[in-house]
């Protein structure tokens, strides 16, 4: 097949990862792209056009902007060539930085890293051809990190002790599995995991409440020994950890404790 042309609008997360996922889904075929400011695009053509709303695309538009939805132009290749399930995960890292995502962090002014990255790439004067090549490393390496989360999920199933019976909003499971994968695809407010006598209790990123510490007396009550459980003066974590070397039963069964856990959101009204 011959090269195929594409155009993207000025380098930024989306553009980029734009780029990477439609070079992905071209496999063996070379493609030519350039970036450019968008009234350049305006008077330009090419097989595709990338994040922008402007110039002739023969073959077709990766474009979000003027709609009244949440999405990007990393999406919208992923969804038009079917890509895989890691890729779509990739395309929603993307959107998430695109649509000001990282203003739920509540850390005013800071900006998603991997976008600090490519910007500061840009600032220190980075040929466009080298800051593909490093995000490519970096975007090649994240397609296999989700690719491998994915092939854990079926595995985590057969894991779970406890699924609370409101809506899932607390989740018990056996094994030190990754936290962003299981609050991802299971999506419980409170997740709790346990191996052994280790044991800890997470709230979802999504959550200012409830205050975990507030949970410390009705713990104390069920518990022998409160005086090795951490719990964190934010108050999204507590956990407890055994003394190194030493082999301890568990200080409260895991679906005890996801049950006590379940009437705590229940008196809060969560």
């Given amino acids: 097949m011959s090269k195929l042309t594409a155009i993207a609008s000025p380098p930024d997360l989306d553009s980029i990862g734009s780029v990477y996922l439609l070079r992905r889904a071209l496999r063996g075929v070379e493609l030519e792209v350039k970036y450019l400011e968008h009234n350049e695009i305006e008077i330009k053509e090419a097989d595709y056009i990338l994040d922008s709303p402007h ?4 073959i077709k538009r990766f474009d ?3 709609e009244k939805v949440y999405s990007c132009s990393a999406i919208k290749v992923v969804e038009s060539f079917s890509l895989g399930r890691a890729e779509k995960r990739l395309a929603e890292a993307i959107c998430w930085q695109d649509n000001a995502g990282w203003k739920s962090l509540q850390r005013e002014g800071m900006d998603n890293l991997l976008d600090l990255v490519l910007r500061s790439f840009i600032a220190a004067g980075k040929d466009i051809n080298e800051i593909e090549d490093i995000f490519k490393v970096i975007f090649d390496s994240m397609i296999i990190k989700f690719e491998q989360d994915y092939s854990l999920i079926e595995e985590i199933r057969g894991k779970i002790m406890y699924r609370g019976q409101d809506k899932g909003k607390v ?9 962003d994968l299981i609050f991802r695809e299971f999506e419980p407010l409170l997740l709790v995991k346990a191996e052994g006598a280790y044991v800890s209790v997470t709230r979802s990123a999504s959550l200012n ?4 510490n507030s949970f410390k007396p009705i713990l104390e009550r069920n518990v022998r020994d409160i005086s090795r459980w951490f719990f964190h003066p ?6 407890y950890s055994p003394e190194p070397g030493k082999r301890e039963e568990r200080q409260i069964d895991p679906v005890v404790l996801g049950k006590l856990l379940e009437d705590f959101l229940k008196s809060l009204e969560i």
Avoid: C, M, N, T
């Fill in 234 to 239: 934010i108050g999204f974590y507590f956990g």
């Fill in 55 to 58: 110039g002739k695309a023969r």
């Fill in 64 to 66: 979000h902007h003027g």
């Fill in 171 to 179: 989740l018990v499971v056996s094994g030190d599995y990754p936290k």
């Fill in 209 to 212: 409440v409830p205050d975990l």
